[in-house]
């Protein structure tokens, strides 16, 4: 199982959640990772489980770079404006 980091600054946050809904059943068998609110929007909008981190600015983005150092991230999907 691959395991997918997700991340979206604010201004993307909608276009993430719109691209993946778009994906559905592409993210239906992975294991998805995600900072703090994007996490929680995209657990509503695939209603698969996310593990949710911190907030990006609380820390979230470093946890997700540990995990990729770690190779526990396979892939990282990241929409910055």
């Given at each position: 199982?691959?395991?997918?980091?997700?991340?979206?600054?604010?201004?993307?946050k909608?276009?993430?959640?719109?691209?993946?809904?778009?994906?559905?059943?592409?993210f239906?068998?992975k294991?998805?990772?995600?900072?703090g609110?994007t996490?929680?929007?995209?657990q509503?909008?695939?209603?698969?489980?996310?593990?949710?981190?911190a907030?990006?600015?609380?820390?979230?983005?470093?946890?997700?770079?540990a995990l990729?150092?770690?190779q526990?991230?396979?892939?990282?999907?990241?929409f910055?404006?």
């Amino acid at each position: 199982m691959k395991t997918i980091a997700l991340v979206a600054h604010d201004g993307k946050k909608q276009a993430l959640l719109d691209w993946v809904s778009q994906h559905k059943p592409f993210f239906a068998d992975k294991e998805l990772v995600a900072t703090g609110t994007t996490g929680k929007l995209l657990q509503q909008a695939l209603e698969n489980p996310v593990t949710c981190l911190a907030s990006g600015p609380l820390g979230g983005d470093q946890q997700i770079g540990a995990l990729i150092a770690e190779q526990k991230i396979d892939w990282l999907i990241f929409f910055w404006d």
